[in-house]
Structures are given as structure tokens and as C-alpha cells.
């Protein structure tokens, strides 16, 4: 594979692309680099400072000069990198429900697209990269040497955060789950600017009927072909 190569994966929430991606990178020896957490960070600086999400130029301003650093994972907690925006190590923070209720609102906003789509973009055209979100292949990437759209029902990624949250030591409601997940795939798949979708050549995998072994075997043949 050339130095430059970049694999492109998106798919809605909790389709299995952070580990099918975190695994491909770290396999293939590659940076990983999951885009949503930017829309997530963004996010939870709006709600930090007391802003309103429905502020659209508001959010726009602090997205446009957010100061986020993304650096190797200083705890082994099981996240992939530490997050610290104005000193905060934000990386659970932006995992919270207030966070979730609002990133696809946020994530809507054309100019917050536009400035985070500038900063991925730059990471990304160094080469040897894993990039994970909704609009990697069609908007941020298009030229992706390998683009991966995965898939999954949304009663499958209503379990699946289901059991995270008990992991992780918390209480979850799967019904409720399952209606934030329905919601966030409308607003993310019916916006305007950079809609979920797959991109015209993009391989899908549908990650239903498979294991995350099978998912990352199938996505790593891809990579090698
Ligand atoms: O993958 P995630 O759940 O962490 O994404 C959080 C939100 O950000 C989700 O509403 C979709 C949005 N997002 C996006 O619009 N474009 C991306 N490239 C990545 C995420």
C-alpha cells in the first residue's frame, strides 16, 4: 500500500465503526482518528459555557476557533486518545447524555462542518490514516483509496450502546435507546450538508449477521487488496 493511503469508514451511531477502525489502525500501523468526537467536543464546549445548541452562529464561533488537543491515551480506561479542550481532559465528558441529545444538532450547522471538514481534511491527506464518521468518503475524503460504509440495524446499535452503558458501570433503558438512536439516524441522514449515506464506491457491510472479528477480517482484505 502507498504511504499516502487512506481508509475511509462511516455509518450511523454505533454501527461498530470506532473498533472496526481502532483495530484496521492498529493493525495496518496507521493513525486512527474518529472525526465524531470534533462534532462531540465542539458540542460539550457549547453546553460548558452555557450556551444554547439552537445558537447557531454561536456554535459556529466556537467551533471555528476551538482550542482541542487529541493526543496518544495518557490512561488505560479504554479510550483510543485523551481530549483536552481549555485545559479539560474532556475525552468521557463528551460521552455524556446531554452531549448525545444535542451533536446532531450542532453536527447540522454548515459552518461547523466547514471548519471541522478543514482540520480533518488536513489530517487526513497526510496519508496512512483510518478516519471514521458519516461523511468521510462522500465530503471529507472523496479520494480514499479504501471506503467502508457500515451498517447495522438500529434495534442491533440500541443493544449494542445498551451494553456499553452496563459496562461501563451505568444504567441504561434500551427502549430509550433505541428512540435516540431512530432520532440521531433522521437528523443525520436528512441534513442538508453532508447527509449520512454511503458513498457511491464505497463497500457496505452490514454488521448484523456478522461478529467484530468477521467485520474486521472482511474490512482488512479490503485494505489489502
Ligand atoms: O460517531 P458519533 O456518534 O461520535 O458522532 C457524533 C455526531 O457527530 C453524530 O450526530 C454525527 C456527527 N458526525 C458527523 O456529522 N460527521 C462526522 N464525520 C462524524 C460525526
Redesign the pocket.
Known amino acids: 500500500m502507498s504511504d499516502l493511503c487512506i481508509i475511509a469508514i462511516d455509518g450511523p ?1 454505533a454501527s461498530g465503526k470506532s473498533t472496526l477502525g481502532f483495530r484496521l489502525a492498529e493493525s495496518l500501523g496507521y493513525l486512527y482518528f474518529d ?3 470534533m ?2 467536543a465542539v458540542t460539550w464546549l457549547t453546553l460548558a459555557r452555557g450556551l444554547s445548541a439552537q445558537d447557531e452562529a454561536a456554535v459556529t464561533r466556537l467551533a471555528e476557533d476551538m482550542p482541542i488537543e487529541v493526543t496518544a491515551p495518557s490512561f488505560e480506561d479504554g479510550r483510543s486518545c485523551d481530549i483536552v479542550v481549555d485545559g479539560q481532559d474532556i475525552t468521557w465528558k463528551i460521552r455524556q447524555p446531554e452531549v448525545d441529545a444535542n ?2 444538532i450542532v ?1 447540522a450547522y454548515s459552518g461547523v462542518r466547514a471548519a471541522l471538514t478543514i482540520q480533518q481534511r488536513r489530517i487526513g491527506l497526510r496519508g496512512r490514516v483510518v478516519m471514521v ?4 468518503g462522500t465530503v ?1 475524503l472523496p479520494e480514499a483509496n479504501v471506503k467502508i460504509y457500515l451498517d447495522a440495524s438500529a434495534k442491533e446499535r440500541a443493544r449494542r450502546r445498551y451494553d456499553e452503558t452496563l459496562q461501563r458501570g451505568g444504567t441504561a433503558d434500551l427502549a430509550e435507546i433505541l428512540t435516540k438512536v431512530n432520532e ?1 439516524d433522521r437528523i ?1 441522514s436528512t441534513r442538508a450538508i453532508a447527509p449520512l449515506k454511503p458513498a457511491a464506491d464505497a463497500v457496505l457491510i452490514d454488521s448484523d449477521k456478522l461478529n467484530a472479528d468477521q467485520v474486521f477480517e472482511k474490512a482488512l482484505s479490503l485494505c489489502k487488496r
Open positions: 451511531a472525526t465524531g468526537l462534532y462531540r451533536v446532531s453536527a464518521g458519516r461523511d468521510i471529507v440521531r443525520d
